[in-house]
């Protein structure tokens, strides 16, 4: 059965005023992808994903989100297809003076309609879901950075969104606690049936998680390379992919 694309990238150029970050980006996701933006640090990978989750406009090109040119949208529309986003952000970025489950329960106050009773009863599923159920009064000062992470994403599936963004999501995080944000992406994906794109230089998370991707180089300014990131370790010619995707390795 041929894959159905949520994300389209079309011919994007990003950058600061004058300054181009990367130019001629051309990619799909796929329903169900979690597709993985890497590369080095700098190469402009938290630039792109700012574009694609409406936060920043392109230099030039398009992000269609089904088939719907986001950039050329206006802004009733652009709010529209933002609402089927969720988005965990690198440093989680909770409200301090907020209680766990208040922190959760911000986007559905916001968005819906729902009594304080329901807003409640989803706060719950969605911080069991993450495996955070009754920790709702807790404050971010007293939880640790990984249960940090974890509220950010229970926050993020708050209104069921058909699409996940993460930004650097291990970062700041020891190796076992990253390998159990791995296994929820993985099952957030299975169990909600969300497309997720997630940027990361980790080779455990890309190789743990990823079927899709696309590698962004700093020196050419474009990508170099797509596709599913086993494959590219295997069959890659290029030297810069190569190198980065067998950091660490010990070839016999």
């Known amino acids: 059965m041929e894959s159905q694309s949520v994300i389209e990238v079309k011919d994007l150029d990003i950058g600061y005023d004058d300054h181009l970050v990367m130019q001629n980006l051309n990619f ?18 938290s630039t792109l994903l700012k574009s694609m989750i409406g ?17 050329d949208e206006d802004e009733n529309e652009q709010k529209k297809i933002m609402r089927r986003f969720g988005v965990l952000y690198q440093s989680g970025a ?6 766990v489950g208040e922190n959760v329960a911000l986007p559905l106050q916001l968005y819906t309609k729902l009594s304080k009773q329901q807003i409640q ?25 990984g ?14 969104p058909d699409i996940i963004f993460f930004d650097e999501p291990s970062a700041g995080l020891d190796p ?22 997630v940027v990361t230089h980790e080779l455990a998370s890309i ?42 390795r010990i070839d016999e």
């Not at 799909?28 to 990978?45: A, E, P, Q, T």
């Not at 909770?94 to 209680?99: E, M, V």
Request: one cysteine or more.
């Open 28 to 45: 799909s996701v796929n329903k169900g992808d979690i597709f993985i933006v890497m590369g080095l640090s700098g190469c402009g990978k």
């Open 55 to 71: 936060l920043k406009p392109p230099s030039s090109g398009k992000v269609l989100f089904y088939a719907k040119s986001f950039w």
């Open 94 to 99: 909770l409200w301090s003076s907020l209680t």
């Open 121 to 145: 009863e989803i706060v719950a599923l969605k911080l069991s879901l993450v495996g955070l159920e009754g920790h709702e009064d807790l404050f971010p000062s007293g939880i640790s950075g």
């Open 147 to 160: 249960m940090c992470k974890r509220v950010s994403l229970a926050r993020a599936i708050a209104l069921d």
């Open 176 to 197: 076992i606690n990253s390998r159990k944000l791995d296994d929820l992406i993985l099952e957030l994906r299975d169990g909600l049936g969300a497309t997720i794109v």
């Open 207 to 248: 190789f743990a998680i990823g079927n899709n991707s696309v590698f962004l180089d700093e020196a050419s300014k474009t990508m170099i390379a797509s596709g599913d990131p086993q494959v590219l370790l295997r069959d890659s010619k290029d030297p810069r992919v190569v190198q980065f995707l067998k950091r660490g």
